[in-house]
């Protein structure tokens, strides 16, 4: 079993930054990818980015130009910039492991990302 941990939410203000940080108890090598998704109330849950064991990257085409996802192989940790926020992005953001975006293993919790207008 897993624990993927994520961290970094909070209330911001529109066209402010966040960073999102998702520790893994485990190495992420293990797992094909790593990724961010995010579930706004009344709407179902989307990707927001993955990134592939060998770097290879993927966004959402709503926040492709605004985000950023990286990891940190040492660390076992992958993280999510996230630059010129909009009320729209307000959601919980979780980080998952697996093969993504369709066979997700091992989700987190969850962390709060408000964006006030």
């Known amino acids: 079993q897993v624990q993927l941990v994520e961290s970094g939410g909070g209330l911001v203000q529109a066209g402010g930054s966040l960073r999102l940080s998702c520790a893994a108890s485990a190495s992420i090598r293990r797992f094909s990818s790593m990724g961010w998704f995010r579930q706004a109330p009344a709407k179902q849950r989307e990707l927001v980015a993955s990134?592939?064991?060998?770097?290879?990257?993927n966004y959402d085409d709503s926040t492709k130009e605004r985000f950023t996802i990286s990891r940190d192989d040492t660390r076992n940790t992958v993280y999510l910039q996230m630059n010129s926020l909009k009320p729209e992005d307000t959601a919980v953001y979780y980080c998952?492991?697996?093969?993504?975006?369709?066979?997700?293993?091992?989700w987190g919790l969850g962390t709060q990302v408000t964006v006030s207008s």
């Open positions: 998952a492991a697996g093969s993504l975006p369709n066979r997700p293993l091992y």
């Open positions: 990134i592939t064991n060998f770097g290879q990257v």
